[in-house]
């Protein structure tokens, strides 16, 4: 990884929070991110996002009845 403009993270933000990066990279980055106020921000929307897109991913906890379900069909 490569620190963007004036050394900042920019796009990789989002490999930084998947965990894509190399160990070295990751660590660099860590390290920017925690005395960067800007990346950390980002960074931190990034994990916000991909929290959020991940709950619309996941199953429901409202069933419909099986007859509303059969009616349907």
């Known amino acids: 990884m490569i620190l963007k403009l004036h050394g ?3 796009s990789t933000a989002s490999a930084l ?3 894509q990066l190399s160990p ?3 660590e ?3 390290k920017h991110v925690l ?3 800007g990346c950390r921000r980002l960074v931190e929307r990034e994990g916000w996002i991909k929290q959020r ?3 619309l991913a996941a199953p429901s906890a409202f ?3 099986p007859r509303l379900l059969g009616s349907l069909y």
């Open 8 to 10: 900042h993270i920019g």
């Open 17 to 19: 929070v998947d965990g």
């Open 24 to 26: 070295e990279e990751e």
């Open 28 to 30: 660099r980055a860590w």
């Open 35 to 37: 005395g960067c106020p």
């Open 53 to 55: 897109l991940a709950g």
């Open 63 to 65: 069933a419909p009845p």
